[in-house]
């Protein structure tokens, strides 16, 4: 157990050793929930973003949002509104301080925290149910964050 | 978020006025009107008003109300009803001698007709010789491993669950009635503080989805209340039938969080408070879901 968390702990701070320029998951500054700077300094790819948002391990976000634009991936939820025109509703930080961690911006909301690595009251590793070998990596990449934020930009 | 989570972990008054004060928050759609009746004779109610103290519910519906009219068809008749399969073999399991003494479940309960009605109304239940809250499946384990001198079922398994549907059997129509008070308190107090403790890494509680969403679609599927009075449940998608705590099981894992295990004092407690949310409800089991 003991150097499977090590080895988890030089993973984690292997990638972030290569990407210097990342803002890591307990570095990120939020200013009334929204967080002006990017994670990474690199452009977010709105296409990446698009199969994040669509693709179950990762963000999942239509299962809980209805989006017009992505009626070719089957399946939109509505637990939360449509993200149809969002991006003319917030600003780029806004977004991307509500992929981050929407509990800055919507107190107690359902919405999970895409970067964030705890405290979690009972993580499990991923979809397994099981315990996790080490500390959890955030749900999702610093530049997939970006990648997501740039996409919903392109929702007006 | 520190403060959420402690509150979480350590202390069940504040869990519960951060549930009820959330009340304004929920987008809760009821379910449309329909009436399950079975065999065209049988009239089950599948929408009650809980007692106050329970839960944040105006209503609690049966699981069925939410599933789409194929479906409810399938349940509201016996032939067509694929756990009614899993019962009958299971009669045979009642009437089977097996174990060490040479009995059979019939040996000492008579017919099932006589001896477990209203049994599974009022599961789980606080059990003096086993000193804890018990379920049907620990009582049915205590019989065997106690009394017959058999081999422990596990708990999830195939003859498990359908034993269990044959006693459900009996109880059904009778509204479920769960004592929550007494011997039983601290566990239902457990099981009521694990429903609105927001686990894993998507930080979600029962109630997140359950009593915040139900009626609203999650991907494919539309969300119910997450009530266990149609257990054990005929599964379209996995064709057989699926006990309590493997349903628990699912959702817990699907906060990506650490599940407990099957049987487990923790399930156990979960069972008994989720029950108690739907008292008054008929015990409709074994159900059909998809």
């Not at chain 2, 003494?101 to 209203?118: F, L, V």
């Not at chain 2, 817990?252 to 008994?272: H, I, N, Q």
């Amino acid at each position: 157990m003991k150097r499977a968390m090590l080895g988890m702990a030089m993973i984690v701070a292997g990638s972030i050793a290569a990407s210097a320029a990342e803002i890591a998951p307990e570095k990120v500054e939020f200013k009334d929930g929204a967080v002006e700077v990017s994670l990474t300094g690199v452009a977010g790819d709105p296409a990446a973003g698009r199969k994040v948002i669509g693709t179950k391990k990762l963000g999942n976000c239509v299962a809980c949002h209805q989006i017009t634009e992505m009626s070719d991936v089957p399946f939109h939820g509505e637990i939360g509104p449509s993200l149809d025109g969002v991006g003319s509703r917030y600003s780029e930080a806004e977004l991307r301080g509500i992929i981050v961690d929407a509990k800055h911006t919507f107190e107690d909301t359902i919405m999970p925290s895409f970067y964030k690595t705890g405290p979690y009251i009972r993580p499990g590793k991923a979809f397994t149910g099981k315990a996790p070998d080490g500390p959890l990596p955030p749900l999702l990449t610093a530049q997939q964050v970006e990648d997501v934020v740039a996409y919903l930009m392109t929702q007006k | 978020m520190k403060n959420r989570s402690l509150k979480g972990a350590f202390g069940l008054a504040t869990v519960t006025v951060l549930a009820f004060g959330a009340v304004s928050a929920m987008a809760e759609t009821p379910p449309k009107k329909a009436e399950l009746v079975v065999n065209e004779d049988t009239k089950l109610v599948t929408e009650t008003t809980p007692k106050e103290g329970i839960s944040n519910l105006e209503k609690a519906y049966d699981g069925w109300r939410f599933r789409s009219s194929e479906t409810q068809a399938v349940q509201a008749d016996d032939f067509d009803n694929p756990g009614m399969i899993f019962v009958d073999q299971a009669l045979d399991q009642w009437n089977a001698v097996d174990g060490t003494e040479g009995k059979s479940c019939a040996s000492c309960h008579g017919t099932p007709e006589e001896s477990m009605k209203g049994v599974r109304a009022s599961y789980p239940k606080w059990d003096d010789s086993m000193g804890k809250v018990a379920t049907i499946e620990m009582e049915i384990n205590n019989c065997r491993t106690n009394r017959m001198g058999a081999e422990a079922w596990k708990y999830t398994g195939g003859k498990m669950t359908a034993m269990n549907a044959l006693i459900t059997l009996q109880s059904r129509g009778m509204p479920v009635d769960v004592a929550i008070d007494g011997k039983a308190k601290p566990t239902w107090e457990h099981g009521k503080e694990m429903y609105y403790t927001r686990t894993g890494q998507l930080e979600l509680s029962c109630a997140s989805c359950h009593e915040q969403h139900y009626g609203d679609r999650i991907r494919a599927e539309i969300l119910s209340q997450g009530q266990i009075n149609g257990f054990p449940a005929y599964r379209l998608k996995n064709g057989k039938l699926n006990s309590i705590h493997a349903r628990f099981k699912g959702c817990v894992r699907d906060t990506r969080a650490e599940t407990y295990k099957p049987g487990s004092d923790d399930f156990v407690a979960l069972e008994l408070y989720v029950a108690s949310r739907g008292n008054g409800l008929s015990v409709t089991g074994p159900s059909v879901r998809n």
